[in-house]
C-alpha cells in the first residue's frame, strides 16, 4: 500500500490551484490535468473556511458518496480520496461538490439515500429525487446542477462550489512503437545503450515495473522500477540500460503498475542485433603500371622479335642436324 501522507502527495501530484467562496482557497491534487485515473490517491487541500466542517460530493457514473472534513482553527481542511476508493470509480466524468455550510455554521442541504433513489433534501424535508446512482447520465452536470439549485432556495446559505474531473482507466503507451512493425520498438544493435520512453495517465505518486523478458524462453533478463514524471498535457515515463545494453536476441518489455491486471500495462517486441564491423571492399586486381610513354605493345615487342628470333634459329639447327 502506498504512503498516504500529506507530504509525499503534494510532491508526487499534479497540482491544480481553484478559489472558494468565503475568502477560502483550494489545491486539487489528481493523476493529471483535469484526469483522475482508477486507483489513484486524490486531494483537496483547502485553507481560509470560516464556517466549520465541510463536506465533500462526489458524484459519478454508478457512484454517489460524501465525506466530512473537519476544519482546523486556521480554516485549513483536506479530503482525501484513497486509492481503495477511486479504483471503484468508472469512467467518465465526475462531479466534485465543496459545500461550506454558510454563516449560520449549520449543513441545510443533505443527501438521503434510499433505496429507489437518492433524495436532496433541505433540513430534512426532501426538496428533489436525483434517482440512483446507476442511472445518472454520462453528463453529470445535469445531476450536479440539481444539487446546486436546491442549495439556491432563498431560505438557504450553504455556499456549494463544484469542480469537474474526468476519470479514466489507467493506460500506459509505449513511443516509437510500430516504427519497425506492428507491436515492435526500433531495433537495437549490441553494444548500444537502451532508451525506451512513453505517457501514461497513471499519477507522479507511482512507480511503474520494467520487465524485459527473453521472447522465446520468457526467461527475466532485467528488471527495475521507474518513476512517472509530470507532464503538460500527459505524463511520461522513461527507462534506460547502460552500455552495453542487451545481448543480440528477440525480447518482450513489458511496463506496468501493480494496482491492476487487465489494464495499466503494456507491451512491446525489440529485436537487438550483432553488432558487425563492416567488412573492406577488396580492391580489383590492376594491371601493373608502365613507364610514362610506354604502352603493351612497346613492351611486348621486343619480346615478340626475341622469341621468332629463336625460333628460326632452332628450324636452322634442326635442318643442319638432318644434313
Known amino acids: 500500500m502506498k504512503s498516504l501522507s500529506a507530504t509525499v502527495i503534494m510532491l508526487a501530484l499534479m497540482v491544480v490551484s481553484l478559489s472558494l467562496p468565503a475568502s477560502a482557497a483550494l489545491t486539487v491534487l489528481t493523476s493529471g490535468p483535469q484526469t483522475i485515473a482508477r486507483a489513484d490517491t486524490v486531494m483537496f487541500a483547502g485553507t481560509g473556511a470560516q464556517n466549520g466542517s465541510m463536506i465533500l460530493w462526489i458524484v459519478g457514473r454508478n457512484y454517489f458518496d460524501t465525506k466530512t472534513a473537519t476544519t482546523d482553527k486556521k480554516g485549513n481542511f483536506t479530503?482525501?480520496?484513497?486509492?481503495?476508493?477511486?479504483?471503484?470509480?468508472?469512467?467518465?466524468?465526475?462531479?466534485?461538490?465543496?459545500?461550506?455550510?454558510?454563516?449560520?455554521?449549520?449543513?441545510?442541504?443533505?443527501?438521503?439515500?434510499?433505496?429507489?433513489?437518492?433524495?436532496?433534501?433541505?433540513?430534512g424535508k426532501v426538496i428533489t429525487n436525483i434517482g440512483q446512482k446507476t442511472s445518472f447520465p454520462a453528463d453529470i452536470s445535469q445531476v450536479a446542477s440539481t444539487i446546486l439549485n436546491v442549495s439556491a432556495r432563498p431560505d438557504v446559505d450553504d455556499i456549494f462550489t463544484p469542480y469537474y474531473f474526468y476519470v479514466d482507466d489507467p493506460y500506459i503507451r509505449f513511443n516509437r512503437v510500430g516504427e519497425s512493425g506492428p507491436g515492435k520498438l526500433p531495433d537495437q544493435t549490441t553494444g548500444e545503450a537502451l532508451l525506451i520512453t512513453g505517457t501514461t495517465n497513471i499519477g507522479p505518486e507511482n512507480l511503474l515495473l520494467v520487465e524485459i523478458r527473453n521472447t522465446s524462453s520468457n526467461e527475466l533478463i532485467t528488471s527495475s522500477k521507474i518513476p512517472v514524471e509530470s507532464g503538460t498535457n500527459t505524463n511520461q515515463w522513461t527507462y534506460s540500460l547502460d552500455e552495453p545494453g542487451l545481448p543480440a536476441g528477440s525480447y518482450?518489455?513489458?511496463?506496468?503498475?501493480?494496482?491492476?491486471?487487465?489494464?495499466?500495462?503494456?507491451?512491446?517486441?525489440?529485436?537487438?542485433?550483432?553488432?558487425?564491423?563492416?567488412?573492406?571492399?577488396?580492391?580489383?586486381?590492376?594491371p601493373p603500371e608502365l613507364p610514362v610513354g610506354e604502352t603493351l605493345y612497346s613492351v611486348f615487342l621486343p619480346i615478340l622479335i626475341s622469341f621468332a628470333a629463336l625460333v628460326i634459329i632452332g628450324i636452322i639447327m634442326l635442318v643442319s642436324l638432318r644434313k
Not at 454558510?102 to 429507489?116: M, N
Not at 494496482?259 to 590492376?286: C, H, N
Open 252 to 286: 518482450n518489455v513489458t511496463i506496468s503498475e501493480n494496482k491492476f491486471t487487465t489494464s495499466g500495462e503494456a507491451s512491446a517486441q525489440l529485436t537487438v542485433l550483432q553488432y558487425r564491423m563492416a567488412d573492406t571492399p577488396s580492391s580489383p586486381l590492376q
Open 79 to 123: 479530503f482525501l480520496i484513497k486509492p481503495q476508493e477511486s479504483t471503484l470509480f468508472s469512467s467518465g466524468e465526475y462531479a466534485f461538490l465543496i459545500q461550506d455550510p454558510g454563516a449560520d455554521k449549520s449543513i441545510e442541504i443533505a443527501p438521503l439515500v434510499w433505496s429507489d433513489g437518492i433524495r436532496i433534501a433541505d433540513r
